[in-house]
Protein backbone atom coordinates (compact mmCIF):
# COMPACT_ATOMS: atom_id res chain seq x y z
CA UNK A 1 0.00 0.00 0.00
CA UNK A 2 1.28 3.95 -1.02
CA UNK A 3 0.87 5.92 1.82
CA UNK A 4 0.44 9.90 1.58
CA UNK A 5 -0.86 12.67 3.31
CA UNK A 6 -4.02 13.69 1.71
CA UNK A 7 -5.39 17.31 2.37
CA UNK A 8 -8.93 17.29 2.22
CA UNK A 9 -9.89 21.92 1.63
CA UNK A 10 -12.92 22.12 3.88
CA UNK A 11 -15.07 25.41 4.13
CA UNK A 12 -16.29 24.94 7.72
CA UNK A 13 -19.30 27.42 8.17
CA UNK A 14 -20.88 25.64 4.46
CA UNK A 15 -24.21 24.43 5.68
CA UNK A 16 -24.52 22.02 2.60
CA UNK A 17 -26.34 18.66 4.20
CA UNK A 18 -24.88 16.97 0.83
CA UNK A 19 -21.36 18.22 1.03
CA UNK A 20 -20.71 17.68 4.54
CA UNK A 21 -22.42 13.73 3.61
CA UNK A 22 -19.27 13.52 0.78
CA UNK A 23 -16.57 14.44 3.19
CA UNK A 24 -17.81 11.82 5.89
CA UNK A 25 -17.30 9.74 3.29
CA UNK A 26 -14.19 10.20 1.61
CA UNK A 27 -12.41 10.41 5.11
CA UNK A 28 -13.32 7.29 6.00
CA UNK A 29 -12.38 5.96 2.71
CA UNK A 30 -9.17 7.87 2.57
CA UNK A 31 -8.68 6.48 5.86
CA UNK A 32 -9.39 2.88 4.99
CA UNK A 33 -6.73 3.35 2.04
CA UNK A 34 -3.67 3.63 4.36
CA UNK A 35 -3.36 7.18 4.09
CA UNK A 36 -2.94 10.02 6.72
CA UNK A 37 -5.78 12.40 6.16
CA UNK A 38 -6.43 15.96 7.19
CA UNK A 39 -9.19 18.12 6.86
CA UNK A 40 -7.91 21.76 6.08
CA UNK A 41 -10.31 24.14 7.06
CA UNK A 42 -10.81 27.64 6.40
CA UNK A 43 -14.21 29.82 7.22
CA UNK A 44 -15.59 33.20 5.57
CA UNK A 45 -15.46 33.82 1.93
CA UNK A 46 -13.65 30.41 0.68
CA UNK A 47 -10.22 29.97 0.06
CA UNK A 48 -8.90 26.80 -0.66
CA UNK A 49 -5.20 27.45 -0.45
CA UNK A 50 -6.24 29.37 3.10
CA UNK A 51 -7.76 25.97 4.26
CA UNK A 52 -4.58 23.63 2.82
CA UNK A 53 -2.13 26.21 4.61
CA UNK A 54 -4.45 25.64 8.15
CA UNK A 55 -3.84 21.51 7.62
CA UNK A 56 0.34 21.71 6.52
CA UNK A 57 1.42 21.82 9.80
CA UNK A 58 0.05 18.61 10.79
CA UNK A 59 1.29 16.51 7.37
CA UNK A 60 3.60 13.64 8.21
CA UNK A 61 4.63 12.29 4.51
CA UNK A 62 6.77 13.85 2.01
CA UNK A 63 4.10 13.09 -0.74
CA UNK A 64 0.84 15.25 -0.37
CA UNK A 65 -2.69 14.53 -1.88
CA UNK A 66 -4.89 17.77 -2.27
CA UNK A 67 -8.47 16.43 -3.12
CA UNK A 68 -11.50 17.93 -3.40
CA UNK A 69 -13.72 16.72 -0.34
CA UNK A 70 -16.43 15.32 -2.59
CA UNK A 71 -14.37 13.36 -4.93
CA UNK A 72 -12.52 10.10 -4.85
CA UNK A 73 -10.54 7.51 -7.09
CA UNK A 74 -8.78 4.45 -7.23
CA UNK A 75 -6.31 5.45 -9.16
CA UNK A 76 -4.47 7.34 -6.61
CA UNK A 77 -1.55 4.72 -5.44
CA UNK A 78 -0.42 5.23 -9.09
CA UNK A 79 -0.66 8.83 -8.99
CA UNK A 80 1.62 9.12 -5.99
CA UNK A 81 4.20 6.01 -6.86
CA UNK A 82 4.16 8.45 -9.79
CA UNK A 83 5.62 11.71 -7.74
CA UNK A 84 7.59 9.12 -6.24
CA UNK A 85 9.26 7.85 -9.06
CA UNK A 86 10.18 11.62 -10.33
CA UNK A 87 7.20 13.10 -11.80
CA UNK A 88 6.93 16.57 -10.95
CA UNK A 89 2.92 16.03 -9.79
CA UNK A 90 0.33 14.20 -11.05
CA UNK A 91 -3.41 13.85 -11.25
CA UNK A 92 -4.61 10.07 -10.79
CA UNK A 93 -7.90 10.68 -13.08
CA UNK A 94 -8.35 11.39 -16.29
CA UNK A 95 -12.62 11.64 -16.65
CA UNK A 96 -14.78 13.17 -13.97
CA UNK A 97 -18.04 11.28 -13.52
CA UNK A 98 -20.60 13.29 -11.47
CA UNK A 99 -23.16 11.19 -9.92
CA UNK A 100 -26.50 12.25 -9.53
CA UNK A 101 -28.49 12.23 -6.13
CA UNK A 102 -30.16 9.18 -6.33
CA UNK A 103 -26.47 7.22 -6.91
CA UNK A 104 -25.25 9.08 -4.42
CA UNK A 105 -27.22 8.38 -1.79
CA UNK A 106 -26.50 4.71 -3.03
CA UNK A 107 -22.61 5.21 -2.49
CA UNK A 108 -22.97 7.11 0.76
CA UNK A 109 -24.92 3.79 2.18
CA UNK A 110 -21.79 1.85 1.17
CA UNK A 111 -22.13 1.05 -2.46
CA UNK A 112 -19.58 0.74 -4.94
CA UNK A 113 -19.35 4.02 -7.42
CA UNK A 114 -19.90 2.45 -11.15
CA UNK A 115 -20.32 2.97 -15.05
CA UNK A 116 -23.99 2.32 -15.20
CA UNK A 117 -24.65 4.73 -12.27
CA UNK A 118 -26.47 7.88 -13.98
CA UNK A 119 -24.65 11.06 -13.88
CA UNK A 120 -25.75 15.01 -13.97
CA UNK A 121 -23.95 15.22 -17.00
CA UNK A 122 -21.97 13.33 -19.26
CA UNK A 123 -18.33 12.74 -17.80
CA UNK A 124 -15.75 14.96 -19.06
CA UNK A 125 -11.73 15.13 -18.84
CA UNK A 126 -11.20 17.39 -15.60
CA UNK A 127 -9.33 20.23 -15.82
CA UNK A 128 -5.74 20.48 -14.53
CA UNK A 129 -4.80 21.18 -11.22
CA UNK A 130 -8.32 19.81 -10.11
CA UNK A 131 -9.87 17.17 -8.40
CA UNK A 132 -7.11 15.59 -6.90
CA UNK A 133 -3.65 16.58 -7.09
CA UNK A 134 -0.53 14.66 -6.24
CA UNK A 135 2.84 16.50 -5.30
CA UNK A 136 6.11 16.51 -3.11
CA UNK A 137 5.64 18.86 -0.10
CA UNK A 138 8.60 20.61 -1.10
CA UNK A 139 7.16 21.07 -4.34
CA UNK A 140 3.86 22.45 -2.66
CA UNK A 141 5.93 24.65 -0.45
CA UNK A 142 7.66 26.19 -4.09
CA UNK A 143 4.52 26.33 -5.91
CA UNK A 144 1.48 26.86 -3.69
CA UNK A 145 -2.26 27.12 -4.24
CA UNK A 146 -2.62 31.27 -4.57
CA UNK A 147 -4.69 32.87 -1.59
CA UNK A 148 -5.82 35.50 -3.73
CA UNK A 149 -8.60 33.21 -5.31
CA UNK A 150 -11.23 34.03 -3.38
CA UNK A 151 -14.69 32.14 -4.11
CA UNK A 152 -15.11 29.29 -6.10
CA UNK A 153 -13.17 28.97 -9.24
CA UNK A 154 -9.76 29.70 -11.33
CA UNK A 155 -7.57 28.42 -8.30
CA UNK A 156 -7.36 24.98 -10.11
CA UNK A 157 -6.55 25.59 -13.49
CA UNK A 158 -3.81 28.26 -12.77
CA UNK A 159 -2.19 26.49 -9.95
CA UNK A 160 -1.72 23.88 -13.02
CA UNK A 161 -0.02 26.25 -15.23
CA UNK A 162 2.24 27.48 -12.14
CA UNK A 163 3.08 23.75 -11.61
CA UNK A 164 3.72 22.90 -15.19
CA UNK A 165 6.27 26.02 -15.75
CA UNK A 166 7.87 26.22 -12.23
CA UNK A 167 8.09 22.43 -11.17
CA UNK A 168 7.73 20.34 -14.91
CA UNK A 169 5.62 18.47 -16.71
CA UNK A 170 2.54 16.56 -14.42
CA UNK A 171 1.95 12.98 -14.63
CA UNK A 172 -1.53 12.29 -15.60
CA UNK A 173 -3.53 8.81 -14.79
CA UNK A 174 -6.70 7.25 -16.62
CA UNK A 175 -8.78 6.24 -13.49
CA UNK A 176 -12.01 7.80 -13.37
CA UNK A 177 -13.04 10.14 -10.96
CA UNK A 178 -16.50 10.12 -8.52
CA UNK A 179 -17.70 13.32 -7.89
CA UNK A 180 -20.67 13.08 -5.13
CA UNK A 181 -23.58 14.79 -5.76
CA UNK A 182 -24.15 18.48 -4.24
CA UNK A 183 -25.72 21.61 -5.01
CA UNK A 184 -24.42 23.85 -7.44
CA UNK A 185 -21.75 26.46 -5.54
CA UNK A 186 -23.09 30.47 -6.36
CA UNK A 187 -20.82 31.99 -8.73
CA UNK A 188 -20.67 34.28 -11.97
CA UNK A 189 -21.18 31.06 -14.48
CA UNK A 190 -19.91 27.37 -14.38
CA UNK A 191 -16.85 28.69 -15.81
CA UNK A 192 -16.13 31.84 -13.90
CA UNK A 193 -16.14 32.08 -9.98
CA UNK A 194 -15.84 36.16 -9.94
CA UNK A 195 -14.47 39.05 -11.87
CA UNK A 196 -11.39 39.24 -9.83
CA UNK A 197 -10.52 35.40 -10.03
CA UNK A 198 -10.91 35.84 -14.10
CA UNK A 199 -8.62 38.47 -13.88
CA UNK A 200 -5.90 36.83 -12.06
CA UNK A 201 -6.95 33.85 -14.18
CA UNK A 202 -5.60 35.43 -17.17
CA UNK A 203 -2.65 36.71 -15.69
CA UNK A 204 -1.55 32.62 -15.04
CA UNK A 205 -2.48 32.08 -18.57
CA UNK A 206 -0.30 34.71 -19.91
CA UNK A 207 2.79 33.21 -18.15
CA UNK A 208 2.20 29.82 -18.92
CA UNK A 209 5.22 29.93 -21.52
CA UNK A 210 7.19 32.22 -18.83
CA UNK A 211 9.33 31.24 -15.76
CA UNK A 212 10.46 34.58 -14.53
CA UNK A 213 6.76 36.05 -14.92
CA UNK A 214 5.31 32.90 -13.21
CA UNK A 215 7.53 33.08 -10.70
CA UNK A 216 6.50 36.91 -9.72
CA UNK A 217 2.89 35.33 -9.64
CA UNK A 218 3.54 32.52 -7.20
CA UNK A 219 6.62 34.46 -4.66
CA UNK A 220 3.53 36.09 -2.81
CA UNK A 221 1.92 32.84 -1.99
CA UNK A 222 4.81 30.72 -1.55
CA UNK A 223 6.18 33.99 0.79
Known amino acids: ?4 TVILPWASDNPCPHRRAAL ?8 R ?3 QVLVGQASGPWCKAAAVANALPAAECDVLVIADADCWTPGLDAAVDAVRAGAAWAMPHGRVHRLAERPTVDVLAGAEPHMRMPLTQQP ?3 WPGGGIVVLRRETYAAVPLDPRFVGWGQEDESWAHALNVLAGPGWRGRAP ?9 QRMSRRWGSPEARELAGRYRAARRDPTAMRA ?5 AG
Open 1 to 4: MTHS
Open 24 to 31: NWTVTRWR
Open 33 to 35: AGH
Open 124 to 126: YVG
Open 177 to 185: LWHLYHPPQ
Open 217 to 221: LVEPS
